[in-house]
Nanobody
Framework: EVQLVESGGGLVQPGGSLRLSCAAS????????ISWVRQAPGKGLEWVSA???????YYADSVKGRFTISRDNAKNTLSLQLNSLKTEDTAMYYC??????????????WGQGTQVTVSS
């Protein structure tokens, strides 16, 4: 059974940092691209970042230079370092497994999400 379990969210002040993690199981982690997708209150899903099986990374313009995605294939873990957080980063953050090695925006499994709230 494929499982994706996010953790690391919380309440942080503007300008602060958080590190999100996504623990994966039930599939060969190194063979798949994984994305982070977020949903702000009352808004639709927004793609944030992705990393493919070759460790190439991609970012939305809104987070470029502030967020860093990484993966540890030995530990089956995906991470997202969030720096210089803004109030508009407040959202539920999900990790989503792609259907293959490359990034196509075709997700077949999602985690339950971890809440990030940026507020003073």
């Amino acid at each position: 059974e494929v499982q994706l379990v996010e953790s690391g969210g919380g309440l942080v002040q503007p300008g602060g940092s958080l590190r999100l993690s996504c623990a994966a199981s039930g599939f060969t982690f190194s063979d798949y691209a994984i994305s982070w997708v977020r949903q702000a209150p009352g808004k639709g899903l927004e793609w944030v970042s992705a990393i493919n099986g070759a460790f190439s990374t991609y970012y939305a313009d809104s987070v470029k230079g502030r967020f860093t995605i990484s993966r540890d294939n030995a530990k089956n873990t995906l991470s997202l370092q969030l720096n210089s957080l803004k109030t508009e980063d407040t959202a539920m953050y999900y990790c989503a497994k792609e259907s293959g090695y490359w990034i196509r925006g075709e997700y077949n499994y999602w985690g339950q999400g971890t809440q990030v709230t940026v507020s003073s």
